[in-house]
């Protein structure tokens, strides 16, 4: 089982940046690839980044416009979400999640494990 928490979400002003963190443990984190997802009120949820086991694969959302990076420190076990130039559509629940197969995928029913999520505003 593997357990994920998020955090450094938070209110911020419209072009400021935010950094979301992600825990992992209850399994070698190297053998994980992880994805970043959001979901804003009555929308469904979107997936936002990817990155692969190793880090030398990284997947993001069309939409995004190349304003988010996502990162991962294996000796940490830690995935990092920078998010710069944010924008009050940014605003939304933001989640980690896990996947063993591997690959930076951008498709949420490839995740087996998932974080409780962290909120992030964006007031302009």
């Known amino acids: 089982q593997v357990q994920l928490v998020e955090s450094g979400g938070g209110l911020v002003q419209a072009g400021g940046s935010l950094r979301l963190s992600c825990s992992a443990s209850?399994?070698?984190?190297?053998?994980?690839?992880m994805g970043w997802f959001r979901q804003a009120p009555g929308k469904e949820r979107e997936a936002v980044a990817a990155?692969?086991?190793?880090?030398?694969?990284?997947s993001y959302a069309d939409s995004l416009g190349g304003r988010f990076s996502i990162s991962r420190e294996n000796a940490e076990n830690t995935v990092l979400l920078q998010m710069n130039s944010l924008k009050p559509e940014d605003t939304a629940v933001y989640y980690c999640?896990?996947?063993?197969?591997?690959?930076?995928?951008?498709?949420?029913?490839?995740?087996?494990?998932w974080g409780r999520g962290t909120q992030v505003t964006v007031s302009s």
């Open positions: 990155i692969s086991r190793s880090g030398g694969f990284r």
């Open positions: 999640a896990a996947n063993l197969g591997g690959r930076d995928s951008l498709r949420s029913g490839n995740y087996e494990y």
């Open positions: 209850g399994r070698d984190f190297g053998t994980l690839a």
